[in-house]
């Protein structure tokens, strides 16, 4: 194509579509633009990470304050398996952030309480766990509880937090139930691991229920720690990469590894360990760290494979410059817990910058990652009020690379949009 050929189109309605196309490509770049400017000027402190994510707070309680709308899907449980799964993911990351951010006193107790509630209510209808019922039964009808890792240990979770926040015992019963299935299964299983599938898991997964077995020791003097203990023993001695990493997945049944180290497995054990085996995933994030994050024009952001393969599936999101959109969502969180500021607040300035920000009426969401990228932010983002130490500012001389060739996608858009008007005003002309 000559470079002609490409700031000029051919034809009435092809000019017009095209303005309107590069009309919107302009709004696009030129929004990412301002968040990099506005960056540069105005670097974040704690004061405003606050304001940013009780706004992303407001948004996720907005959907809540709806009438729920019911999703209509079925599945065997191995496909179209999404439509629940998200939808329940995003009820499971509000409650997490929402707690995070109730115990650092930014938002009210008795808001967050409720709010909380209202998720776990949700949680509990039929088509936001249909997909774990072709595998594990209904949890909530069947006498006996298996495995369930994902669902039931997100669940679970949600249920110690609402409890630890509210101080209310409404959900106690399920909270035993669960609990003392996760402990009783644990036990069983020699490799000390809940499955997510039938004979299979994900090392990720099981910080989650772990993690709610810590809650129930605390709230009811129980002594399931036992197997959190265990747990890590045999992470450590069997699944721990030569760098110090957790693999990925492992066979239930024989303890055989089907996949090698990932990030979002360490992060995920991170984020819901840190306060459970603070020095071991201390550890783990330091590891994790030095094995997969690279920079990117500048920007720290987290790989999604130690080889530096560009595969991608529903966990990772799309590949892009080797960077994993999860992996670097959820590496955030993991920043944030230990005061990294570098990484932290470049992965948290790239997202602001490139995901599309946009807040009205104190509400605020992500246009591009939708409710589940708006629920990942969101609980990645409210990890930093773990602690309580102030960010270092991120340099602004480290943003100007990727302002500048945005500046450049600006420059060049706009002279095709000008190209395009004069053929359509060349063409007025010769019309009359």
Known sequence: MKLKDFFFVSGFSMRVAGLLIYAVIFIVIGWVGFRLAFNMAIPYT???????????????????????????????????????????????????????????????KDEASRYMRIAIERAMKPEYYNFIVPHFGDPFKDE?????????????????????????????????????????????????????????TWTSEQAVPLRALKYHDDFFG???????????????????????????????????????????????????????????????????????????????????????????????????????????CFGMGTAGIYGDSEVFLGINILGDSIGLPFSIHGQRHYLLGGDIGTACAYFSRSMAFAGQKEFKPFPAKRIVPLFLIVAGLLVIVVLRIVCVVRQLYDAKRKAR
Not at 48 to 58: D, I, K, M, T
Not at 172 to 193: H, I, M, V, W
Not at 257 to 281: A, D, K, M
């Open 46 to 108: 704690r004061a405003r990470l606050a304001h940013e994510v009780v706004g992303e707070y407001n948004y996720l309680k907005s959907l809540l304050d709806k009438p729920d709308t019911k999703i209509k899907t079925t599945t065997d449980g191995w496909v179209n398996f999404q439509p629940s799964e998200w939808p329940f993911q995003v009820l499971s990351l509000f409650t997490y952030g929402t707690r995070n951010l109730a115990q650092a006193g930014l938002i009210p």
């Open 144 to 200: 006996m509880i298996r495995d369930n890792a994902f669902y039931l240990g997100h669940f679970t979770n949600m249920l110690a937090l609402y409890r630890e926040v509210s101080g209310d015992a409404r959900f106690d019963g399920l909270f035993r139930k669960f609990s003392r299935a996760f402990y009783e299964n644990y036990k069983a299983n020699p490799f000390n691991c809940l499955a997510s599938y039938p004979g299979m």
């Open 222 to 328: 129980t002594h399931y720690m036992e197997v959190v203990h265990r747990w890590k023993e045999i992470m450590e001695t069997r699944y721990t990469d030569r760098r110090g990493v957790l693999i990925t997945g492992l066979d239930t049944v024989n303890g055989k590894i089907w996949q090698g180290p990932r990030s979002i497995p360490n992060t995920w054990t991170i984020l819901f360990l840190h306060e459970v085996l603070p020095q071991y995933c201390e550890l783990l994030y330091r590891n994790t760290k030095n094995a997969f994050v690279i920079k990117r024009l500048g920007f720290p952001v987290f790989t999604e494979w130690l080889e530096g393969s560009q595969i991608s599936d529903g966990d990772s999101g799309p590949i892009v410059f080797g960077a994993s959109p999860a992996g670097t």
